[in-house]
């Protein structure tokens, strides 16, 4: 092999160890999560045999469910995993409504205003969401929509509305106008032109945008924390500081509801991955 060869060959050994080592370091924590959730509550908590062997087990000797039923048997996780579903859920249809008009009315209309209101969204996105929490807290009081699923998915809408819009305004600008204005000729009004020509060949933005706007709710801690009070509304972020906050911890059901907690959003991304990849870089090259 010659020499030119050889150099070619060095720089892609390093990037194939340089993945490895990302890939390997990103799951890491995850496997750990997985492993410690099939450990019995028992081993996992006995510091006097941990201290006296000062071995760390790969895979525990003997893997057991028990977690797993304990997490649904003993505590409210099904109804907590409701709450943030439904939550999530009515986030990502509210976020992807309002975006959808709102990006719409951006894209094809040039109106006064219209910059700044562009830049009142972006920054709207770019605050912190503890500054919107008295904001919110005296609007939701004066409406009656503290603790309540309602409250919650507008809390949460003011957070993930803005980032959607944002990317849908890049999206259906991306789009020709030729189709809807053929779909006008043929009779359609512009609001069927937009449900019918223009939402069906953004899918793949819709796809995203709503992916992000469920992700970012179902993580968020802070809002279902300090807006709810009851079972009845309390989301699994809330029940994840629970566990970390017991005494002593409870380290295998924790780490059990950490995996079924992921569970969801993972399976949605492998779902959809190709639309949201696609629907971001489509949205990513056109402003």
């Known amino acids: 092999m010659s020499a030119p060869e050889k150099r070619g060959w060095l720089p892609r050994i390093l990037i194939f160890l340089g993945a490895i080592f990302i890939v390997i370091y990103s799951t890491a924590p995850f496997i750990w999560m997985l492993i410690a959730s099939i450990t019995p509550e028992h081993v996992a908590t006995d510091d006097a045999v941990w201290l006296s062997t000062r071995k760390v087990e790969f895979f525990p000797s003997e893997p057991s469910l028990v977690n797993y039923f304990t997490l649904f048997d003993n505590v409210p996780f099904a109804l907590y995993f409701r709450n943030s579903a439904i939550i999530a859920t009515g986030t990502m249809c509210l976020s992807l409504f309002a975006a959808s008009l709102g990006a719409y009315a951006f894209s094809r209309f040039r109106f006064a205003g219209r910059r700044p209101l562009l830049v009142a969204m972006l920054m709207a996105y770019l605050v912190p969401s503890v500054v919107l929490l008295v904001p919110l807290l005296v609007i939701f009081k004066n409406f009656g929509l503290i603790n ?140």
């Not at 309540?148 to 819009?165: D, K, N, Q, R, Y």
């Not at 079972?231 to 809330?238: C, I, N, R």
């Not at 959003?265 to 090259?285: D, E, T």
Request: charged share 10%; net charge neutral.
């Open 148 to 287: 309540t699923h309602l409250g919650m998915i507008f809390a949460e809408s003011s957070i993930a509305a803005p980032f959607v819009l944002l990317l849908m305004i890049n999206f259906f600008t991306s789009l020709p106008r030729e189709l809807e204005e053929a779909a006008q000729v043929d009779g359609c009004s512009r609001l069927s032109a937009l449900f019918h020509i223009v939402l069906p060949l953004a899918l793949p933005g819709l796809v995203a945008g709503g992916l992000i706007a469920f992700i970012l709710s179902w993580n968020n801690f802070l809002f279902a924390f300090l807006f709810t009070s009851t079972d009845s509304v309390k989301t699994l972020p809330v029940l994840m500081r629970l566990f970390a906050l017991g005494e002593p911890a409870v380290w295998g059901v924790s780490t059990a509801g950490a995996v079924v907690s992921t569970l969801p959003v993972a399976l949605l991304f492998l779902a959809f991955q190709r639309m949201m990849i696609s629907g971001l870089a489509a949205g990513a090259v056109k402003g």
